[in-house]
């Protein structure tokens, strides 16, 4: 059978690409400072994103697979497809569970975006694993006009262009690394309110670790300048574990946890500022956010003062 394949080069680019990495790269709830409304939320956008290009591509391929669905039929329904009696097992299966993720996602929309997000991103794994085993089995399948395979013109979904791709690309790595840079600079004024308390060596340790990651950011900079938005999101994972780590090399225990404990509530802070920047920008109120951040400034400045505390009374 020949037919258009539409897309399956975005299929794999998706699965290994910036989108699925930056679903993984956001932080789970650290458990700091109590629960907040943003544990679980992933960016809306990245979100729609993942959701429309699983849906687009189970139905290129249950077409591909199965032909043209009978809409009046229940093909589509919610118990699951429905397949020709003569379908591979394993093609089935592998459908299925695709379809099943997907079902899934949709129930956990509201309670868990993030988890609903990686459950579109298995659902396309499956779908992968299904294109594989067809290719196996129907090695001649090339590309032909849909037309002739009684697929309308006008159901083909349209594809963004290179161009447009890269422009979403770049506005999300750019959006992660204008975060990051914000928590950089609130780390240093964290770090101007407890130098006098460090360690002469532990003071090295931070600024140093501070001063790398901001060198690295400009260098990450250039790069989604220069357009390489894939690398530019790996070295800002990379150097986002960095500076963890780099903090992790202090000597005194206390001041060791100060600076992991304040490092991942400024993430949290800059994730709902964000949150709320959003939520404002369409007219919502954000007074639940505005509480939240409030909160999280609270722990903060409460974290730093303790550690101050103990310093002053010569406790570790």
Excluded at 262 to 278: F, G, H
Aim: proline share 4%; aromatic share 6%; net charge negative.
């Amino acid at each position: 059978m020949k037919i258009k394949l539409i897309a399956l080069a975005l299929l794999m680019m998706l699965l290994v690409g910036p989108i699925g990495q930056i679903v993984h790269a956001q932080d789970p709830d650290d458990g700091i400072g109590g629960s907040t409304e943003d544990d679980g939320q992933i960016d809306p956008v990245i979100y729609e994103q993942i959701k429309l290009q699983a849906e687009t591509r189970y139905m290129e391929l249950y077409r591909l697979f199965f032909g043209q669905p009978d809409t009046d039929s229940d093909d589509w329904g919610d118990d699951g497809p429905v397949f020709p009696d003569d379908v591979d097992p394993a093609l089935r299966d592998q459908f299925t569970h695709a379809w099943s993720e997907m079902h899934q996602a949709e129930e956990m929309r509201e309670s868990d975006p993030r988890a609903a997000a990686n459950q579109y991103l298995r659902a396309m794994k499956q779908l992968r694993n299904a294109f594989r085993k067809y290719q196996e089995d129907n090695p001649g399948v090339v590309d032909q006009d849909p037309e002739t395979e009684g697929i309308p013109e006008s159901e083909v979904p349209v594809e963004p262009t290179a161009e447009e791709l890269s422009e979403v690309q770049e506005q999300l790595v750019k959006r992660f690394q204008e975060r990051f840079q914000e928590r950089v600079t609130e780390m240093f004024e964290n770090y101007n309110d407890v130098e006098g308390d460090l360690l002469p060596g532990d003071a090295v340790k931070a600024f140093s670790a501070l001063t790398k990651a901001e060198q690295k950011l400009l260098r990450i900079q250039e790069k989604i300048h220069a357009g390489a938005f894939d690398e530019a999101l790996e070295d800002l994972d990379d150097t986002t574990d960095e500076m963890g780590d780099d903090f992790d090399s202090m000597e005194d225990i206390g001041s060791k946890q100060m600076f992991r404990t304040m490092n991942k509530l400024e993430a949290k802070i800059t994730r709902m500022v964000e949150q709320a920047a959003r939520k404002a920008a369409k007219g919502q109120d954000t007074s639940e956010e505005d509480g939240l951040i409030a909160q999280l400034r609270g722990n903060k400045d409460h974290t730093k003062n303790d550690f101050k505390d103990n310093k002053g009374k010569g406790n570790n």
